[in-house]
């Protein structure tokens, strides 16, 4: 099946059923979903790519939304890929971001996909990246990836985007509660949402986190944004949309913007490396033979589990 030229004739389904493609486990799949990535990667790479995080009870589906909406009255397509916790049973995604984004979802112009996180650790999707790329060929020149938000864990969504938002409620705390949060240091813009409910709260929590933002060593020298939204009444959103794109502005002029995709692409390379050489390994037939009684008897105490290392990559490496 060709999906490559419909897919970049902007053809909602067949970008569904690439997504699909890449997501799928299949050794002739991954064969496939390789040759597909590579026919359309010159395609790539034009769109703004915008990671949102944010604690359950937050609002992102809300937010997304509200900006969804706001970009596509501005001529822009949006792609949403929204990571939602996996299923025990199932293993698939139990959310259902298109039933809480019901407006956006309905629009031609806008692509919603969510994606079971598999338990992969960052709060993403293992195969999000590769869905990112997708998008990015059918045309759609904001791609938003909503994380599942349920620790700092999650910050590796800061890892495949150009800029990452983090959403706040107006009780987000004093200074030092907000320092402790790992994934602040990462942020390029934080937006407290729900300032409707409580427009003093907001206020106070938008002087606290600016003022905390100072302290943290990656933003002691950078111009900090905080601002302030109701996403259920989309208001303040546009100011969050000209925060971001004075930013991209800024780093595209200073040459941090292609910098950043430089060292993404090959962080992504290693990462799918080591991925690979970890299922190589344990699949490995010498491996698997000694691999029982190696983990039992480091359990058990009665090996060191540097020693019990050695001896396995041992037998990887002598091995046929």
Request: proline share 4%; charged share 20%; aromatic share 4%.
């Amino acid at each position: 099946m060709n999906l490559a030229e419909p897919l970049q004739a902007g053809d909602r389904r067949a970008l569904a059923k690439a997504i699909t493609l890449v997501e799928s486990t299949r050794a002739d799949h991954r064969e496939q979903a390789d040759a597909l990535l590579t026919t359309l990667m010159p395609a790539t790479g034009r769109a703004l790519r915008l990671g949102i995080s944010g604690v359950p009870g937050v609002g992102k589906s809300t937010f997304i939304e509200a900006l969804g909406v706001f970009l596509i009255e501005q001529g822009h397509r949006v792609a949403v890929l929204a990571v939602d916790p996996s299923s025990s049973l199932s293993g698939g995604a139990i959310l259902g971001d298109k039933t809480r984004m019901e407006k956006l979802s309905m629009d031609t112009r806008a692509f919603i996909r969510p994606s079971p996180s598999s338990g992969t650790l960052g709060g993403v999707a293992e195969k999000t990246r590769e869905a990112l790329l997708l998008c990015e060929a059918a045309g759609y020149d904001v791609v938003i990836v909503e994380t599942v938000g349920v620790g700092q864990s999650e910050t590796a969504v800061a890892g495949m985007t150009d800029l990452y938002l983090l959403l706040q409620l107006p009780n987000a705390g004093d200074d030092l509660q907000a320092i402790k949060k790992g994934v602040m240091e990462l942020a390029d813009l934080v937006v407290i949402n729900k300032a409707d409910l409580d427009d003093q709260a907001a206020t106070r929590a938008q002087a606290q986190i600016t003022s905390a933002l100072r302290l943290l060593p990656t933003h002691a020298h950078a111009t900090q944004r905080v601002l302030k939204v109701s996403a259920l009444k989309a208001d303040g959103i546009a100011p969050v949309w000209a925060a971001l794109t004075a930013l991209r502005a800024e780093r595209e002029a200073s040459g941090a913007w292609a910098a950043r995709r430089r060292e993404q692409s090959l962080a992504w390379m290693w990462e799918r490396i080591q991925a690979g050489l970890r299922q190589a390994f344990t699949a490995h037939p010498a491996v698997q033979a000694q691999l029982d009684a190696a983990t039992v008897a480091v359990r058990d105490g009665r090996t060191p589990p540097s020693t019990a290392a050695r001896q396995l990559l041992a037998a990887f490496r002598t091995s046929p």
